[in-house]
């Protein structure tokens, strides 16, 4: 598969080596570069020299050929113009990383359903374990073909779950609304708008899924 990164910051490097580890091609954009040839030494990895908010870079990076585009820079400003500009190429996936909270719902506004907010992941992360919680990574439950799919409900989703059109082989596993609520889904549980549903899937239900909701 092949990943491309807009920025090169920690969390893009420690990604982007993973996956060139596991046979993976990995591209690297990087405005700086003098950033470009640091790393060259300890990334075996492609690079684009150039603004990865513009899109004749982001064009460079060959979006027809992308899996997944990744926009980690540290300006959440960049990563969101970045990725609405991929989409507008053609990107398929793209995951934005926001630091401010606040610009979550305008992720979600804008269409961007992939948003990553890492302070909420590792707050709540160091919050279960202050408590004492029995902390399970995600990696150990999901086995085999076990596969989690989110979708954001637009308005015109806004209907009883079990009219929602899930493929047979998906079952919605919890939902999130208001950005906190914690609901355990019924067949006639009626959504909301911007209501975020877990989806528990098989791994060959997520191409539909990802066509039936982006």
């Given at each position: 598969?092949?990943?491309?990164?807009?920025?090169?910051?920690?969390?893009?490097?420690?990604?982007?080596?993973?996956?060139?580890?596991?046979?993976?091609?990995?591209?690297?954009?990087?405005?700086?570069?003098?950033?470009?040839?640091?790393?060259?030494?300890?990334?075996?990895?492609?690079?684009?020299?150039?603004?990865?908010?513009?899109?004749?870079?982001?064009?460079?990076?060959?979006?027809?050929?992308?899996?997944?585009?990744?926009?980690?820079?540290?300006?959440?400003?960049a990563?969101?113009?970045?990725?609405l500009?991929?989409?507008?190429?053609?990107?398929?996936?793209?995951?934005?990383?926001?630091?401010?909270?606040?610009?979550?719902?305008?992720?979600?506004?804008?269409?961007?359903?992939?948003?990553?907010?890492?302070?909420?992941?590792v707050?709540?992360?160091?919050?279960?374990?202050?408590?004492?919680?029995?902390?399970?990574?995600?990696?150990?439950?999901?086995?085999?073909?076990?596969?989690?799919?989110?979708?954001?409900?637009?308005?015109?989703?806004?209907?009883?779950?079990?009219?929602?059109?899930?493929?047979?082989?998906?079952?919605?596993?919890?939902?999130?609304?208001?950005?906190?609520?914690?609901?355990?889904?019924?067949?006639?549980?009626?959504?909301?708008?911007?209501?975020?549903?877990?989806v528990?899937?098989?791994?060959?239900?997520?191409?539909?899924?990802?066509?039936?909701?982006?």
């Amino acid at each position: 598969m092949r990943f491309v990164f807009v920025g090169s910051g920690t969390l893009a490097v420690l990604t982007g080596r993973m996956l060139a580890e596991r046979g993976h091609e990995v591209i690297l954009i990087e405005r700086d570069r003098s950033v470009i040839d640091a790393l060259r030494e300890e990334l075996e990895v492609g690079f684009i020299h150039g603004d990865g908010t513009r899109p004749a870079i982001l064009r460079e990076a060959d979006p027809e050929a992308t899996h997944l585009l990744f926009c980690l820079t540290h300006d959440d400003q960049a990563n969101i113009i970045a990725s609405l500009v991929a989409r507008s190429l053609g990107y398929s996936r793209v995951v934005t990383k926001i630091e401010d909270p606040e610009l979550e719902h305008i992720c979600g506004e804008l269409g961007l359903a992939e948003s990553l907010v890492p302070m909420h992941t590792v707050g709540r992360y160091l919050a279960d374990m202050a408590e004492g919680q029995n902390i399970i990574e995600i990696s150990d439950i999901l086995r085999g073909e076990a596969r989690l799919f989110s979708l954001r409900v637009k308005e015109e989703e806004a209907v009883p779950l079990a009219d929602l059109g899930l493929p047979s082989a998906a079952r919605a596993i919890c939902i999130y609304r208001n950005g906190k609520d914690f609901l355990f889904p019924e067949p006639d549980t009626r959504l909301t708008t911007d209501d975020e549903v877990v989806v528990l899937a098989r791994a060959a239900a997520l191409k539909a899924l990802r066509e039936r909701f982006g």
